[in-house]
């Protein structure tokens, strides 16, 4: 059984910071890409960060660029992602996912267990 637990989103104010966590269960994450996701109301879920665990190959969407940072603890078979400089517009749900075999990269299609979210709220 895989199962993806994200924690630590909140209700902040523009311009503060947040740090997410995803707990992995099923499997080693050192073996899949991991990524995160966000959902706002109205809109696609779309793909914020991601890494690749066997490279250490990191990825960022360009509107989080220089605010955001993935990275990973292997011994708590977890995956972070913080946050700084939160705008109103990073307003959403957010999701961790992983692959199954590795390779997913930025591709949405190809992540195979997604955790139920944390809803990040930022208010300006």
């Known amino acids: 059984q895989v199962q993806l637990v994200e924690s630590g989103g909140g209700l902040v104010q523009a311009g503060g910071s947040l740090r997410l966590s995803c707990v992995a269960s099923?499997?080693?994450?050192?073996?899949?890409?991991v990524g995160w996701f966000r959902q706002a109301p109205g809109k696609e879920r779309e793909f914020v960060s991601g890494?690749?665990?066997?490279?250490?190959?990191?990825y960022y969407a360009d509107s989080v660029k220089g605010r955001f940072t993935i990275s990973r603890s292997n011994t708590k078979n977890t995956v972070y992602l913080q946050i700084n400089s939160l705008k109103p517009e990073d307003t959403a749900v957010y999701y961790c996912a992983s692959d199954s075999s590795g390779g997913a990269g930025t591709n949405r299609c190809r992540y195979d267990y997604w955790g139920q979210g944390t809803q990040v709220t930022v208010s300006s």
């Open positions: 890494i690749a665990w066997r490279s250490g190959s990191t």
């Open positions: 099923g499997l080693t994450l050192s073996n899949y890409d």
